[in-house]
């Protein structure tokens, strides 16, 4: 994907007619947001504005058919790619993106037009166990609809971080690829969250569970996690291991829940001990 990079950073009129292009067809608003993201991160915001409403409008479109997610996404790889650029940490554009994302859950952003009332309907009629389950909740004295709109807007919100993320990587490579080769790798490996970084995701869930932000809680655990997985690429990375043990970690991380949870488990104690630095001094 390097050469359509290339290609894109000829000019302004080729990143804004990709990002445009990208933004109107379905399922590549992804590609449309590390077009962005790419201009962002080599010459700023104000060069890349152009590029922005180029791919923000086709998304707006997408937006008023009910599609919230190509628009959210585009404009949270911006920001993050802003701060990135401009603090040059991958943390720090982690945890406000995630900032973003948990507001825009709680604003009732990825809730459908119509609200929840209809989609339960649906469900109630198309499947006589969760229509049992949604009784027998409303008969506990759970306000189905609320639990509803937190599901579908924490799902939608987790997917548009991750969406967001990962453009934000794709332009990075890019950016690194066309500039400065290598650079990315060396980046990625060494992202690891500073204690205080830590600290300020813990008092985020801690605030989300107190003052009644699910939102915060859902998803203030991603940065963590982005962290385990540059820990796991930077342990192969040093030990000069074969690419196949990515392939085989991705596969279980994906598939089971057991490897996430150990994936945050030694991202936190990462922030401590520093797994890297200390093979990196053997190896020296």
Request: charged share 10%; net charge positive.
């Amino acid at each position: 994907m390097l050469p359509i990079a290339r290609w894109l950073m000829r000019g302004m009129p080729y990143a804004a007619g990709g990002a445009a292009l990208a933004a109107i067809v379905p399922w590549l608003f992804w590609f449309s947001g590390a077009i962005v993201a790419l201009v962002t991160l080599r010459r700023g915001l104000s060069p890349a504005l152009p590029v922005l409403v180029a791919a923000a409008v086709p998304a707006g479109w997408w937006w008023t058919q009910g599609d919230a997610i190509p628009l959210a996404s585009v404009l949270l790889v911006t920001l993050m790619a802003v701060v990135l650029r401009s603090r040059m940490r991958w943390s720090e554009a982690l945890i406000v993106g995630t900032l973003v994302a948990a507001a825009m859950v709680q604003l009732g952003i990825f809730v459908p037009p119509g609200g929840t009332g209809p989609l339960l309907e649906q469900l109630r009629q198309g499947s006589a166990e969760i229509d049992r389950m949604l009784t027998e909740l409303a008969r506990q004295g759970f306000d189905t609809e609320e639990l509803a709109r937190l599901l579908i807007g924490g799902i939608t919100g987790l997917v548009v971080l991750i969406a967001a993320i990962g453009c934000l990587a794709l332009a990075r490579a890019w950016q690194a690829g066309l500039y400065n080769p290598g650079g990315f790798r060396e980046e990625f490996h060494a992202l690891r969250l500073a204690p205080r970084e830590l600290g300020v995701l813990v008092l985020l869930g801690v605030v989300g569970m107190v003052l009644g932000l699910p939102s915060l809680s859902m998803l203030v655990w991603v940065p963590l996690l982005v962290a385990g997985i540059a820990l796991v690429h930077g342990f192969i990375g040093v030990k000069g291991m074969n690419g196949l043990w990515l392939i085989a970690f991705y596969v279980l991380l994906i598939t089971t829940w057991p490897m996430i949870l150990i994936v945050l488990l030694a991202a936190f104690i990462d922030v401590f001990v520093d797994f890297r630095g200390r093979l990196a001094s053997r190896s020296d």
